[in-house]
């Protein structure tokens, strides 16, 4: 069985109080859930322990990003192990704002995962096209492509990955993808999972992209959608909560 899960990624948002308030409430009504979610926050690294502090069991906790190395001289970075020595259990990688800002490439990705699954953290690999990758028609190309390589190195761990589709032109922008074309990119991420002899049923695939309250019951709804990955909203106790409430109890 895949897991269902609702991770915010606060980005490089929020403050020691916003840890303390937001996880404290949403730790609070995480614990009454019905429907199975794994709630997930992804803060900045450097409040990952006040967010344990409040996290309390209910609520997973992740990091943004990890260094594609394992220790050294490297001034900045943060290591998976170190991740999972600070009570982390999954960890973000390939976002568009790394691929685009940063510089990130496929290759790098595998590097890190095949980083996070070695320590033992389960990677949530992001990909996803930019507008004008989709007004060419490319998009599903595209996706498929930095899956295939994002994965590369991943042989027996496919229990420590999970994918989430986050089209660019979707991210902060207000603009969602419509419940179908995202759940078709879904079923297309799945097959390419498939054809690389992973076992495509059980793992999550998470939509990320403007997700709010008003729009998580339909996403949610769709068969290859296990989850959101939550940008903006998450930084919202109640708006946060609310779309992890929108996942239907019985799926
Ligand atoms: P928004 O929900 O703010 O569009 O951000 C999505 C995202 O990038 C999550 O990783």
Known sequence: MRRKIVAGNWKMNGSKGLSEKLVGYVQAEAGSL???VEVVIIPPAIYIRDVLDQADGAISVGVQNVGQWQSGAYTGEISSEMAKDSGCKYVLVGHSERRQIFGETDELVAE???LIVASGLAAIVCVGETLEERESGLAESVVASQVRLGLSAVSGEWKSIVVAYEPVWAIGTGKTATAEDAQ?????????????GAPAEEISLLYGGSVKADNAAALFSEPDIDGGLIGGASLV????????RYFPASS
Request: with cysteine; hydrophobic share 50%.
């Open 237 to 244: 106790a109640e708006e946060f909560i609310s779309i992890c």
């Open 34 to 36: 019905d429907n199975g």
């Open 184 to 196: 078709a990119m879904h079923a297309s991420i799945r097959s390419v999972l498939k054809g690389m």
């Open 112 to 114: 890190k995962v095949a």
